[in-house]
């Protein structure tokens, strides 16, 4: 083959390999989760949600283009004792019948750096609890694992990426009980998330 006519079919490969993959984040085996605490003076609550969702686009050439939708229905939130979790799916909490979902849409990633698979970077997106959204920046890191679906999913072949972040915010700032009980419920929620979400090959 002639050097003129390598060149394009070189640029083709390139940019095939560059392209942005959607990672779905529906987690077949049932264990992304988000972890909440709330640490008041007289009591700790802590809890989980697991019903999670959502979509990120994500290109291992180009990890700053990053964007994506996270959605945690607000049912799937849960504490140990089965009285604080009537409160907190009530309407004077965090009223899920008429909230049911919980959502941070990231639209840019600042402070990125990579090295090897991971990402590290801050993400600034529109986060909405309680009917409330407010823009705010969350340290993340992303891990991008290729070809790894299989290890995790038996019988699928695709990619893995893996989301982790950890921030705070007040639930005052989303209405919920604003200035009440502080000495039983932090007027701060700590939140962590870590999720996988794969690419299936095609």
């Given at each position: 083959?002639?050097?003129?006519?390598?060149?394009?079919?070189?640029?083709?490969?390139?940019?095939?390999?560059?392209?942005?993959?959607?990672?779905?984040?529906?987690?077949?085996?049932?264990?992304?989760?988000?972890?909440?605490?709330?640490?008041?003076?007289?009591?700790?609550?802590?809890?989980?949600?697991?019903?999670?969702?959502?979509?990120?686009?994500?290109?291992?050439?180009?990890?700053?283009?990053?964007?994506?939708?996270?959605?945690?229905?607000?049912?799937?939130?849960?504490?140990?004792?089965?009285?604080?979790?009537?409160?907190?799916?009530?309407?004077?909490?965090?009223?899920?019948?008429?909230?049911?979902?919980?959502?941070?849409?990231?639209?840019?990633?600042a402070k990125v750096n990579t090295?090897?698979?991971?990402?590290?970077?801050?993400?600034?997106?529109?986060?909405?609890?309680?009917?409330?959204?407010?823009?705010?920046?969350?340290?993340?890191?992303?891990?991008?694992?290729?070809?790894?679906?299989?290890?995790?999913?038996?019988?699928?072949?695709?990619?893995?990426?893996?989301?982790?972040?950890?921030?705070?915010?007040?639930?005052?700032?989303?209405?919920?009980?604003?200035?009440?009980?502080?000495?039983?419920?932090?007027?701060?929620?700590?939140?962590?998330?870590s999720i996988a979400g794969a690419?299936?090959?095609?």
């Amino acid at each position: 083959m002639k050097l003129n006519h390598l060149i394009p079919l070189l640029g083709l490969t390139s940019a095939a390999y560059a392209a942005p993959q959607t990672f779905d984040f529906k987690d077949p085996k049932g264990v992304n989760n988000v972890v909440f605490k709330l640490d008041a003076p007289l009591e700790a609550i802590n809890g989980s949600a697991s019903a999670i969702t959502g979509t990120v686009s994500f290109d291992p050439a180009n990890p700053a283009a990053t964007t994506g939708k996270i959605v945690v229905a607000s049912e799937s939130l849960t504490v140990p004792n089965p009285m604080q979790k009537e409160h907190l799916h009530g309407a004077n909490w965090l009223d899920v019948a008429k909230y049911p979902e919980i959502t941070f849409a990231a639209k840019s990633l600042a402070k990125v750096n990579t090295e090897g698979s991971v990402t590290t970077a801050e993400a600034t997106g529109t986060f909405t609890l309680h009917g409330v959204s407010k823009e705010i920046t969350v340290p993340i890191k992303l891990t991008y694992l290729a070809d790894k679906l299989s290890a995790r999913v038996p019988n699928l072949k695709g990619d893995l990426l893996v989301i982790r972040a950890n921030f705070i915010i007040n639930r005052e700032d989303f209405n919920i009980q604003k200035g009440q009980y502080e000495d039983k419920v932090s007027p701060t929620i700590d939140l962590s998330l870590s999720i996988a979400g794969a690419a299936i090959a095609k």
